[in-house]
């Protein structure tokens, strides 16, 4: 049985006044997974670019404008969102305040025993990650994220850590209700081996949604759909060549994009930005 690929999905969307918007992690394109890629594709060396230091890491809060304005983190909740899709711009989420004026992990690498790597993101939470029990696959719900649509908010609840080299999918969406009696979403997360299967010609190895968080930083989850032949890469970043544009869904502010397997460029082709010619 072929290793089962993260469910595609695009809910209807709704205009109504104050309901939250779907969180990306949630959000799957309603890719033409039959479309058919352009016979020429322009080729470009892709550039090596060094990391940034951390200072350069960009801090948001998901409410108010400081530590202070965060609420208190439940039980093994995310108290951050460290984002390391562009290489060039990091950048972090606040979501809560650890109690007992801990402080929430912000460390880049990941081995701080506070953090649940998924993709190119890392939620750090206030308590030890070993202490959490080992998913199983398709069955356990690695983490569960509440909408809460009276603040615009979401809680991501952690519940067990997926295998490693696993990724996480959308298992199912249910409806709830919030302490203060609004309507809300709850969106259940479990693991899945990374997909084996070999592109077929003409398929999308990946498939990117791209939301505007902040002036200059986009909040983007890249989808990988199959292994490209040998001599090919499949894209990283959404506007690396081969990638084309897809739907805009405007009422989620989300665009989404299709990768295409490339050739890999000659050794030669590869240059640090910066180096003269």
């Given at each position: ?39 020429k594709l322009p ?53 809560c305040r650890c ?25 750090k939470t206030c ?151």
């Amino acid at each position: 049985m072929h290793v089962l690929i993260p469910v595609l999905l695009a809910w209807a969307l709704c205009g109504v006044r104050g309901v939250i918007r779907t969180p990306l992690e949630a959000f799957r394109p309603s890719a033409e997974i039959h479309l058919r890629r352009p016979d020429k594709l322009p080729f470009l060396p892709h550039k090596r670019i060094p990391l940034p230091s951390k200072s350069d890491l960009k801090i948001l809060y998901q409410t108010g404008g400081s530590e202070d304005d965060l609420p208190a983190c439940r039980p093994r909740q995310v108290c951050s969102k460290v984002d390391l899709y562009d290489a060039t711009q990091p950048w972090i989420e606040r979501k809560c305040r650890c109690l007992g004026h801990r402080p929430c992990s912000s460390d880049l690498t990941g081995d701080d025993n506070h953090t649940l790597s998924d993709k190119t993101t890392l939620y750090k939470t206030c308590e030890p990650v070993k202490r959490l029990p080992k998913c199983r696959y398709f069955k356990d719900a690695a983490w569960i994220i509440y909408s809460f649509p009276d603040s615009n908010a979401t809680q991501q609840i952690v519940n067990c850590h997926c295998p490693k080299f696993s990724v996480t999918y959308l298992l199912k969406k249910l409806p709830y209700t919030t302490p203060s009696g609004e309507p809300g979403n709850q969106y259940q997360f479990a693991c899945s081996p990374q997909s084996r299967l070999r592109c077929s010609r003409k398929e999308p190895c990946k498939l990117f949604s791209a939301r505007r968080r902040h002036e200059q930083i986009d909040e983007v989850n890249a989808n990988t759909i199959c292994q490209c032949p040998r001599g090919h890469t499949c894209p990283r970043h959404h506007t690396e060549t081969g990638v084309l544009a897809g739907i805009t869904y405007a009422a989620e502010d989300i665009r989404t994009y299709h990768g295409y397997c490339m050739p890999e460029p000659p050794p030669d082709a590869y240059r640090f930005v910066g180096d003269k010619d």
